[in-house]
């Protein structure tokens, strides 16, 4: 029985950003131009679609052939970011939401809007 991971790699995470940005059915060669021109990687087809396939097996993607191969996002970008951080504040802070916020505060130069808008995120929740 093969386990299906959740996480992804670097790679496979760049090219499912490119998936989540372009917001409808994309191909591989689609995908390819998009990680030249956003991330500066030239790989190979044979290399994406090595990408594509692990991204299908993982649960994140589906394909479609319509003359092509297209491929659409099955999970969402928010609710994996969501699970990252969520899995980030448990191993790097102990769970605490105080020390995550602390340590981003402090490796990030925060303009006075962000400080601003920030304050009002947090007065929100009260």
Same mark, same amino acid.
């Given at each position: 029985m093969k386990i299906k991971r959740s996480e992804l790699s670097e790679c496979e995470l760049t090219v499912m950003k490119c998936i989540w940005d372009e917001e409808k059915p994309?191909?591989?060669?689609?995908?390819?131009e998009q990680l030249r021109e956003k991330y500066g990687l030239d790989y190979k087809d044979t290399t994406v679609y090595t990408f594509l396939k692990v991204l299908k097996e993982k649960g994140f993607v589906k394909s479609e052939r319509r003359g092509v191969t297209y491929y659409t996002a099955i999970k969402q970008e928010e609710k994996y970011r969501e699970e990252v951080l969520k899995k980030t504040e448990k191993f790097w802070f102990g769970g605490s939401s105080l020390q995550m916020?602390?340590?981003?505060?402090?490796? *990030?130069? /925060?303009? $006075? +809007?962000?400080?601003?808008?920030? *304050?009002? /995120?947090? $007065? +929100?929740?009260?």
């Open positions: 994309v191909t591989c060669p689609q995908i390819m916020i602390s340590a981003l505060l402090r490796v *990030k130069d /925060i303009s $006075d +809007e962000e400080r601003k808008e920030i *304050k009002r /995120i947090i $007065d +929100e929740l009260d």
